[in-house]
Nanobody, 124 residues
Framework: QVQLVESGGGLVQAGGSLRLSCAAS????????MGWFRQAPGKEREFVAT????????YYADSVKGRFTISRDNAKNTVYLQMNSLKFEDTAVYYC?????????????????WGQGTQVTVSS
């Protein structure tokens, strides 16, 4: 059974930083790309960032480019999302997901396992 467990969310002031972690189990972690998505109240889930199986390729949504960094540690079966210069509009529940492919993917249907999410709240 595949499990993805996010942590690191919380309340932060605008301009601050947070680092999200996602610990994976039940699957050969290093074989698959990973991604982060988010969902704000009343909005659809949206893509944030993705990283390929070996970390060699990353891709970001325009809204977070230059502020967020995705990384992974295959020895620890963990993917991270470093979020800097946070804005009020970054407030959302953040989900990590495991892709069906080793290569970076940006659409939610290209992912087959999801975590429960962690809340990030940015105060203005």
């Amino acid at each position: 059974q595949v499990q993805l467990v996010e942590s690191g969310g919380g309340l932060v002031q605008a301009g601050g930083s947070l680092r999200l972690s996602c610990a994976a189990s039940g699957r050969t972690f290093s074989t698959y790309a990973m991604g982060w998505f988010r969902q704000a109240p009343g909005k659809e889930r949206e893509f944030v960032a993705t990283i390929s199986w070996n970390g060699g390729s990353t891709y970001y949504a325009d809204s977070v480019k230059g502020r967020f960094t995705i990384s992974r540690d295959n020895a620890k079966n963990t993917v991270y999302l470093q979020m800097n210069s946070l804005k009020f509009e970054d407030t959302a529940v953040y989900y990590c997901a495991s892709a069906k492919s080793p290569y970076s993917r940006i659409y939610y249907y290209e992912y087959d396992y999801w975590g429960q999410g962690t809340q990030v709240t940015v105060s203005s």
